[in-house]
């Protein structure tokens, strides 16, 4: 099983809906990093939850951070049959990253402010 990460607008007028606009290069990270990202973010998150970009990046790249600066400190969270580790969660926060940056460019004519930008785990 995985995570199925995806990046979202609300849609103005429809009760909160969030409409899906697009995904991080790496979206589909195993379940088996969980305790790896909740303790290199810092941050308990509930998967199928839409969070603000605006509010979680700073956890994002925290984690980023974390695993580039101490890569042997969480080893202890790669998953014993393989699926996950250090080098996978690194991919896919740094994929979120950059994502993220690409979203929010000024240079890109159709940008969106972070603060208005979704994830969903």
Known sequence: MSYDIRFGVKVEGMNGYIAVIDRPEYDSPTYNLRDMFETCMNWDYEQGKWYNCLEVFPKIS????????????????????????????????????????????GDNWNMIPLEHLWIRW
């Open 62 to 105: 925290r984690g980023a951070k974390e695993l580039k600066l101490h890569p042997r400190f969480y080893k202890k969270y790669d998953s014993p049959n393989g699926w996950g580790n250090v080098d996978a969660a690194a991919k896919c926060l740094d994929s979120i990253i950059e994502r993220i940056g690409e979203i929010t460019s």
